[in-house]
């Protein structure tokens, strides 16, 4: 090859014929899930070293796992329960506000630590290369080991207020099951907007919180909202913050009347719709960019 033809060589061209790609290149989405899972061992090791030493600084420790939603809940309780009397018509509303506030605590730390997972991370994201979903995927499992610990607590309150022990407490197991997938997607699909605009975080909170009223963690759906005009009433109701929360009260909870939903659905199978359908399009939606996380 002489000179003049050397310079003509696209290097482009030339790496794309003997196979070689672009460091960041994205992969395809097979072989992405195929690192993915090459990483499953340090995901798991990475998502325990964060629980451990989330509040390795503090006096009490883990214990704040469980105080944290518990202090929530008797706040919530002497306001809306017994200032706003939102417990009327509600049987066990110690059970049924105790339950909303850890089920939908999970949610709402899922959302908020997904969304800081890749922007807080940068320095680790430039310095070793691995699939970028690990981020947020660890910090999920982080607050599914934290349900784990309030569930067992959840069950002593539960238990204490009266509620009988019954078979259908096994349920609670698939129940969690379906809660991770959906959080894992909302995890993803907020990682990548934070990533993409971090002034995201500084209206997460107000977000968070419209979430929160408008699911019934301390109110009854259809008490205090069914008389609403149009469609106002379904859309709280199939809102996926209201399902699993209907979801956990109609397995734990003996004394609790599920939400009547519109169109004659199972709550079962809303939950599932709603899991599968963030999860995939969670994940697709991270990978989409995922050569992009780390720069700027």
Known sequence: MTTSDAERVDPVALAARYGLI????????????RRLWARRHFILAYASARSTSKYSSALLGQLWQVLTPLLQASIYY?????????????????????TGVFVFGFLTRSLNNGAKSISSRRSMIRTLHFPRAVLPLSFV?????????????????????GEPLSVKWLLVAPAMILQTMFNLGLG????????GAQDINQLLPFL????????????????????????????????????FLDLYRSVLLDSYVPMQLSFGLNVWLVAAFWSVLMLIGGF??????EETYGRG
Do not use: C
């Open 78 to 98: 002497l306001l809306f329960g017994l200032l706003l009397d939102l417990k009327r018509g509600v049987d066990n509303y110690p059970a049924f506000l105790i």
């Open 22 to 33: 672009e460091a960041t290149a994205r992969p395809s989405l097979p072989e992405y899930i």
């Open 208 to 243: 968070t919180r419209i979430w929160f009223y408008s699911s019934g963690v301390f109110f009854s759906i259809d008490q205090r909202l069914g008389n609403l005009p149009g469609p106002i009433h379904p859309i709280i109701q199939l809102n996926p913050g209201a399902i």
């Open 141 to 161: 499992l982080v607050e599914f080991r934290q349900l784990l610990i309030s569930m067992v607590v959840l069950f002593g309150i539960i238990l204490v207020t």
């Open 284 to 289: 697709i939606f991270f990978w989409q960019r």
């Open 188 to 195: 993803l699909t907020w990682a990548r907007i934070g990533a």
